[in-house]
């Protein structure tokens, strides 16, 4: 055990909150998971593997409705999957310094923070109708999120979904459907990459209290919604929230700064 039981009794409640509002928003809450590990002393090997072992968790019941429920269309999505998954296996496998991984990290998170906050406002007031696309889009946005996810230990669903709305690829619905595979299936190939560079890193019992806690939360998220925020609301303050922390890792853990 890594961290005194207060700590992470207190961790567990954050990864509990932060499991619910993904949740219910379609996301697997990858990158506030790491937002949270990074304010700890587990290293960051660590960081990365318990992040995505918690957004598989939660995207696994997401998934499973998303597809009984006949959102989720798998020959629309293999695109994307088929150039994601060996890239985020790649990026996984890379063995980066620690103040390179948290200058790495520390970007995606004030990126995905913006990416969310731009979906939230941008795409609120626009009809929900598709555009078609050339196939190669898909393959490239697999690819260059798959690539990244592997790097900084989340699914990439967060990148993901603001873009193909952005692109309007498809109906809001589809897209979350795709972002909650998409997170699954590259989280597991990150995981693959990381015990491949022998950098998997998971504690016991921080591991199994963190898997729990998020599959306690996914489960509020998915079944019943959260009835005093609406998910507009839940997204802006998980956008700021990530921001600040993403420039706190950005500044402290990765460049060293204070």
């Known amino acids: ?121 941008h795409t609120a007031s626009k009809k929900d109708f598709s555009r078609r696309y050339p196939k190669w889009v898909s393959y490239g946005l697999g690819a260059s999120i798959g690539l990244l996810s592997g790097l900084v230990g989340i699914g990439g669903g967060i990148f993901l979904a603001p873009v ?11 897209i979350a459907a795709l972002a909650s595979f998409f997170i699954l299936v590259n989280s597991l190939s990150s995981l693959a990459g990381l015990a491949a560079a022998e950098t998997l890193a998971l504690p016991f019992v921080e591991t199994v209290a963190l898997m729990a806690t998020v599959f306690l ?13 609406t998910p507009r609301a839940i997204k802006t303050v998980t956008a700021l929230l990530v921001f600040i922390v993403g420039i706190r890792v950005l500044v402290k853990n990765g460049l060293g700064v204070f």
Not at 45 to 52: E, K, N, Q, T, V
Not at 75 to 95: C, E, M
């Open 217 to 229: 939360g996914g489960q509020l998220g998915i079944r019943i919604g959260l009835k005093k925020m």
């Open 1 to 121: 055990m890594l961290l005194p039981i207060e700590h992470l009794v207190l961790l567990c409640l954050g990864f509990f909150i932060v499991a619910a509002l993904y949740a219910s928003v379609g996301f697997g809450g990858g990158s506030s998971y790491l937002a949270l590990l990074s304010l700890t002393v587990i290293g960051f090997f660590g960081i990365r593997s318990l992040a995505l072992v918690c957004n598989l968790m939660v995207v696994s019941t997401s998934t499973f409705l998303y597809f009984k429920n006949r959102h989720a269309n798998l020959k629309d999505f293999l695109p994307f999957v088929v150039a994601s998954v060996p890239l985020a296996f790649i990026g996984a496998s890379f063995r980066l310094k620690e103040e390179v991984f948290f200058i790495i990290l520390g970007g995606a998170l004030v990126v995905s923070s913006i990416a969310l906050a731009w979906q939230t406002f």
């Open 164 to 174: 193909l709305n952005h692109l309007r690829w498809a109906s809001s619905l589809k």
